[in-house]
């Protein structure tokens, strides 16, 4: 029996499943030859990028118990691929250009059966494994990120810090989310240009023209609870700037290349200042009242 396999849709899901859903067409081209029934009994699936196996699972739900395959006709099988940390991260380090290629094997267990005067009984049980090749387009592979709720500094192993809002930070954080798409983006440049710009926005928040007195005007206002740390976070959001500025978009010539290594300590160094100045300043505010 020979059996063909394509995608009809694919999404993705959040903890605790965080998973990817496949939903697959079956074909099943039976010859001549192939006269006894042929039932699929189950699924084993494992998920490959760039020839390395990311996950395996035997979870899934065909479209009738025990379906019974014949010629031409059409079923379909959804599949749940749990999509750990180590597998996103080695997509994300090795995709390039428009499409996410995944390759997809599923191994199917077929009971032939057989008929006899006391009824039928099943003759034997067959493995056919069947790959299928599922290419899905760079925007469509962030968005199931956004729906597995994978954020960048989990995937490249940056501490999960929390990110606190504030009148004075919102647009410096908005800024951040922007470098997080172009680090997904391989934008390396535009991490380092949006990050300035987060820590500019910042200094900036209501209605400073001055960087460098916006800078320990907020860095003040957040640490409080000794009168050394606020120049000292000065001084590091002061050579993450000019970091940004030496390697980001400039018009140096010849211009310093940004590598994947610059931008991601780029952006989980300001991911480290910005959760540090959110919480700080959180915390002075519930101390005040």
Known sequence: MNIELSLRSMKGYPPPERALEFWLEVKCKTG??????????????QLAFAGRVLTRTHWFHWSSNYTEMKGGEDHWVQIMFPMPREAVSFIEDGRSGPTVIFDVMCGYGILRTGTREQGSYVDRFEIESVPAKIEVAQSGWLQHLKEMEW????????????LVRSEGLNRA??????AQTALRLHDYDTVLFKCRKAFEAAAKAGGKTDLKAGFADLCRSAFTDHPEKPAVYDSVMGALGRFAHKLGRHEQMPAVPVSREDAEMMYAASVAVFSALGRASAKRLSHAQ
């Open 32 to 45: 001549s030859h192939d006269l006894k029934p042929a039932w699929l009994a189950s699924v084993q699936s």
């Open 173 to 178: 954080l908005s800024c951040l989310s922007e």
């Open 151 to 162: 954020n960048e500094y989990e995937l490249f192993e940056v501490p999960r810090l929390p």
